[in-house]
């Protein structure tokens, strides 16, 4: 496989302009899952300014035609080079070729339902896939009219970027269904979704922007029939007819794509796409179980990061992946604002502090963290570049912009943005230079400092008291160590808190800001009067999160906020609290048992669902990864008989908290067992709640309580498509020999589709088995692997096994885990630079692990 450069695209963008691709996909064989290729044919209408260029496509071209007539052409991999082309001149260029089907999530992706042998079939591109389904240019700054035609069974339900114009239905019963032709469009956001979807109509959204327009936008949801029943679209219409008002409201330019159709596709490798009028979700956000909050809550946020991307990305477009953050980081951003200011879930942001946030310092203090704005030199790069800094720290920079130019200029150089590059192909400095206009405030400054530099800042705080309360020198710090010695400007709330009648009140807030190593935090000596504080306990840096960096707590304020952070009534304050609190931990500035104590003491009386779930797994986490395994039992025991407890408490008064503590309860026993629970956990997983039914079975095949045929009779019994899969995972989890050599083989055998080869590698690492294992012998085969596959496919496989290479369970794994990886790195010095960076940051992970765990193994 040839991956497209930063170099060949910029030089195929100069000298070849596509104005328009007329592409026919015919996928009326689809049912027949033997037939693995479908015919697909695209007209290319271009004007070359050299007389040799090349179309991206994967499959075989049987021909080439240049205005009309056969014309030779070179087959080389992915491309097809064309010479000969007219300089200068309008021309026609046609491509036939047949394409595959796909089971990596990749491509023109087909799934056979296991509940009722239905088939159905989506189009997975970004970064640059779209050639897997086509022929076309497939890089995101050219961007033609597309129109599309696709040919398929007569009772199947087509969806496409366009609005459906035309049905023709021939004897033989199929159909070809014609789309109406798209503003211009970049490739990797072009969708075809064919099968017999259940379609959900919605209400029709009526509106327009501040430009004048207004559409008439039908709503319409659709997922697999033997799913139908399980989507609570009332939700999903509520929140997609808030975002389309605050989008509008805020950008000022009318929707410009026609439709508006939200597909929930099963084997999805990512959580959405932002395809527009025609947008893709991960079918996991459709639950066989009365969803939660905290997932219904997750759902909106996708729903409306997506939303936002019709404008960001959609309809003005990064030229290049080195702007791939911009997009993402953009609708990270709007879409938590969004579903915060819009709808019910109006805790989203300190979810964000809690969840996305973490992510973003987790990956920014790894080796491999890179600038926000990242130098992207090919495809291959970009697609590992979709990670905690693209997504959350780039959110978290966009929110500390907002707050340092206000809000008002933020939307205002929005506005301008997109009505000055509608439907074309932009740069970071386009939106700089949108934001300098309406703030009237330079930028280069801010972006050299945010956004060409690594690594969190570090924000702290140091005050003297004297002997009757008063407060002096109360300084903020600001600390570059981890960004290499850069300040940089930060917007902050920092407040005051005394602790009284056993809850945390807040006494003082200051608006600070900051540029240098120090500055006054209480300039107008407010707590300098005596008594003016109370004689504070603890101080809370960056509360409200405005900006991206480590805030550390003094001691006196972390031993308050562990005995007292739940009783504190704001939501994002307590996820402020609590993420210093585990960023503490993944440091070695916290013992573990200390904060998993304060957690189950405090997560009772969290009002804020998401806050609560993320809690348990910070727990699982640390119980896992940072204590050393001689002093575990301890707090294994504690987690076990408090979430038991806890589940027993909030069975009848509240079913999501259920979940949430039967979720970590089960999480715990799988890990780590516990025999007296064995009876509780064999209850569990004979539920009528699917969700925590299989989470049981999965759990009891990891301790080896069950064999496969009782998970396979749970299948049968099930029948669905979530079932089969996690039976897979389930049985690839039984620690037993034969079950486990198996499952090794089917991961090398190239038959499992995606979702499966996850599920496989998944039960693998869950087991208890102790035995020899095959870890060593896949990562030996890692770079193989790598080099013959898909990099969706290969990234499935390299991050599952080094997941599978540590045992969190075992004594002393960490430590040939690092061993393991140090010598694999040593090995292949020269392996693909994306494959290495994957094992340099799961060798960074144990690293610290181990460094964490040694810290607490002689501190006990």
Known sequence: MQILTRNEAAHRAATLEVSAIDVTVDVSGAMNTSRETYPVTSILTLVAREERTFIDIAGQVEAVLLNGADHPFDDEEDRVWVSGLPVGETATLEVRALARYSR???????????????????????????????????????????????????????????????????????????????????????????????VIEGPTWSGGGADGGHVELPLRLACRRTLARYLDSEDVFEVTCAGLDFFHERYGITFPWGSYDQIYV???????????????????????STPTFSERQRRANTTLHEMCHMWFGDLATPAWWDDLWLKESFAENQGASAIATATQYTGEWANFAMNRKIWAYTQDQMPTTHPIAADIPDVAAAKTNFDG???????????????????????????????????GATSLGDL????????????????????DTPGPSTLSASWETDPVGAITNFTLHQGGEACGGVLRPHRVTVSTWRAADGTLERTHVFDVRIDAENTPIDPEGVLAIPGGAAFVDLVVI?????????????????????????????????????ASLWNAVRDGL???????????????????????????????????????GSVRAES?????????????????????????????????????????????????????????????????????????????????????????????????????????????????????????????????????????????????????????????????????????????????????????????????????????????????????????????????
């Not at 480590?550 to 609290?577: C, H, K, Q």
Request: aromatic letters at 10%.
């Open 636 to 860: 294994h025991d504690q987690v076990l008989a408090t979430t038991i407890r806890l589940a027993r408490e909030s069975v009848a008064s509240d079913a999501d908290a259920w979940r949430a503590y039967t979720r970590a309860f089960i999480a715990e026993f799988a890990a780590r067992g516990g025999d007296e629970y064995e009876a509780m956990v064999r209850g569990f997983a004979a539920v009528d709640n699917p969700d925590i039914a299989w989470r049981a079975r999965r759990a009891l095949a990891a301790r080896g309580l069950v064999d496969e045929q009782t998970i396979l009779a749970w299948r049968d019994a099930d029948g669905s498509g979530e079932a089969a899969r996690m039976a897979v995972e389930a049985i690839a989890s039984l620690p037993e020999e034969t079950t486990r050599s198996r499952a090794w083989a089917s991961v090398m055998s190239d038959t499992l589709s995606n979702d499966y080869l996850s599920a496989t590698l998944a039960g693998l690492q869950a087991s208890s088995w102790e035995g020899s294992s095959g870890v060593a012998e896949a990562v030996a085969r890692m770079r193989e692997y790598w080099e013959r596959h898909t990099i969706g496919m290969a990234l499935r496989y390299v991050s599952g096994v080094l997941d599978l290479s540590v045992d969190v369970t075992r004594e002393g794994s960490v430590e040939a885990s690092v061993t393991l990886l140090r010598s694999w790195l040593d090995a292949h010095e020269d392996a693909p630079a994306q494959l290495r960076r994957i094992v340099v940051e799961h060798l960074d992970d144990f690293e610290r692990r181990e460094r964490v765990q040694h810290r607490w193994e002689h501190d006990q």
């Open 542 to 578: 960056n509360d409200d999160d405005l900006t991206y960096a480590i805030s550390r707590l003094d001691e006196r304020s972390t031993d308050v906020a562990l005995a007292y952070v739940g009783t504190i009534n704001a939501p994002i304050t307590r996820a402020v609290i609590w």
């Open 432 to 451: 700089l230079e949108a934001l300098e206009e309406a703030s009237h405030q330079e930028l280069g400054s801010w972006k050299s400092a945010w956004l």
């Open 389 to 423: 800094i693209t997504y959350a720290k780039g959110a978290a920079v966009l929110k500390q912009l907002v707050a340092w130019v206000g809000e008002d200029a933020f939307y205002e150089g929005a506005r301008r943005y997109f009505d000055k590059h509608r439907f």
């Open 104 to 198: 990596s999530g990749e491509g023109l992706h087909r799934y056979a339902d296991p509940e009722d042998g239905e088939v159905y079939l989506y189009t997975q591109f970004e970064p640059n896939d779209a050639h897997r389904a086509w022929p076309c240019v497939d890089q995101p700054d050219v961007k033609p009219a597309w129109t599309f035609h696709v040919i398929a069974p007569q009772d199947w339900v087509v969806f496409s970027n366009g609005v459906e114009v035309g049905v023709e239905t021939t004897a033989d019963g199929v159909t070809r269904r014609d789309f109406s032709t798209t503003p211009p469009l970049s490739s990797y956001i072009t969708a075809v979704v064919a099968g017999p979807w259940a």
């Open 590 to 628: 916290l013992d573990p048992r200390r904060f998993i104590a304060a957690v189950l003491g405090a997560v009772p009386t969290e009002t804020e669902p998401a806050i609560r779930d993320r809690l348990l797994l910070f727990v699982a986490e640390a119980l896992s990864s940072f204590l050393p």
């Open 266 to 288: 099963p084997e999805y490798n990512l959580g959405a796409m932002e395809n527009p009028g025609c947008i893709t979700f991960n079918e996991s956000y459709i639950s066989r």
